[in-house]
């Protein structure tokens, strides 16, 4: 079993900053990309940030210079340090991991159970 916990959400004011962490555990062999994504009530979810191992990242335009994804490989854990913080980066904020898991071949997709940000104007 493979779990990804989240923590660091909450309430904010416009221009603040938050840091979201992310924690995998369980059975696992490996992780691949670590990232984070968003959702809003009636809108598909959308991808944040994301870091390979190797620690390559990648954003979304409208979080670029602000937002900071990282990763500690020895913990299994990702964060994403968010500054300058807008209303409009309301959301429920995902972790995801593409793993290995002891056992099996394959990569598989992990989902935590989203977290909340809130920002208020």
């Known amino acids: 079993q493979v779990q990804l916990v989240e923590s660091g959400g909450g309430l904010v004011q416009a221009g603040g900053s938050l840091r979201l962490s992310c924690a995998a555990s369980?059975?696992?062999?490996?992780?691949?990309?670590m990232g984070w994504y968003r959702q809003v009530p009636g809108k598909q979810r959308e991808l944040v940030a994301q870091i390979t191992r190797s620690d390559n990242t990648d954003y979304a335009d409208s979080v670029k210079g602000r937002f900071t994804i990282s990763r500690d490989n020895a913990k299994n854990t990702v964060f994403l340090q968010m500054n300058s913080l807008k209303p409009e980066d309301t959301a429920v904020y995902y972790c995801?991991?593409?793993?290995?898991?002891?056992?099996?071949?394959?990569?598989?997709?992990?989902w935590g159970q989203g977290t909340q940000v809130t920002v208020a104007s």
């Open positions: 369980g059975t696992i062999l490996r992780i691949n990309n």
């Open positions: 995801h991991a593409l793993l290995r898991s002891t056992g099996r071949i394959e990569l598989y997709d992990y």
